[in-house]
């Protein structure tokens, strides 16, 4: 699987986007890019995932770069109950194991 | 939807002796589920692929005879602790593949061995 590059903490304003950057350079054409977050103490909790397209769901939009080589999770209105670490990860279609990175700890501040 | 659960959340247990802990998939059938584990300030490390009716795949340096993985029927995986030692002291968390090829996660056993 492509390796993710993803910063390793970020700040965010309460109500504010936050905008959480991937890059996955070395992404191969069947390659899907996932994005979990996970609060601490908690399992990793399933936000999106995208292959070509930009999505977006009631948690989360995704924007993948025409190239492929880099995403990005948007959270449109931060709160506070969304500080976690955020997970960028990039799988083959048809194996489903999940490689965990170091993601980016995204802290919303009052 | 897609809920997984796990049981117990937490456990202390004496060094030497087994522990299981239970992966249930609530609303969806899973013939595979997955089991990590995390220790303190790490990222999460796959122990193991769990596929209903058959042998568990685990991954390099994973002991199988030590952590025995059953998957016996479409909604329940369990994992099992053998002669546990205080280094098996960990976070583990399983997670359940859903139809839509998605991973979905437990909310994690916390297991401290003395």
């Known amino acids: 699987d492509a390796k993710t590059t993803q910063p390793t903490s970020m700040d965010c304003a309460e109500g504010r986007a936050a905008n959480l950057p991937c890059n996955h350079s070395t992404i191969s054409g069947n390659e899907y890019v996932y994005w979990y977050r996970q609060i601490h103490s908690q399992g990793p909790q399933y936000i999106i995932h995208g292959l070509k397209n930009n999505e977006t769901n009631e948690m989360a939009s995704l924007i993948i770069t025409e190239d492929r080589k880099s995403s990005t999770l948007i959270l449109p209105h931060a709160t506070l109950r969304d500080t976690a670490v955020y997970y960028c990860?990039?799988?083959?279609?048809?194996?489903?194991?999940?490689?965990f990175g170091k993601g980016t700890l995204l802290t919303v501040n009052p | 939807g897609a809920v997984v659960s796990q049981h117990p959340s937490w456990v202390i247990c004496k060094s030497g002796t087994s522990v299981k802990i239970e992966c249930r998939s609530l609303d969806f059938q899973a013939t595979t589920m997955f089991w990590y584990r995390q220790f303190p300030k790490q990222s999460l490390m796959l122990m193991a692929t769990s596929n209903e009716g058959s042998k568990a795949t685990y991954e390099q340096g994973v002991e199988k005879d030590k952590f025995l993985i059953n998957h016996a029927s479409l909604t329940l995986s369990t994992l099992t602790v053998t002669s546990a030692h205080p280094e098996d002291s960990s976070f583990y968390i399983c997670s359940a593949l859903s139809g839509r090829e998605t991973q979905y996660f437990g909310p994690g056993t916390r297991l401290l061995v003395l």
């Open positions: 990860i990039v799988r083959v279609g048809g194996n489903y194991k999940l490689t």
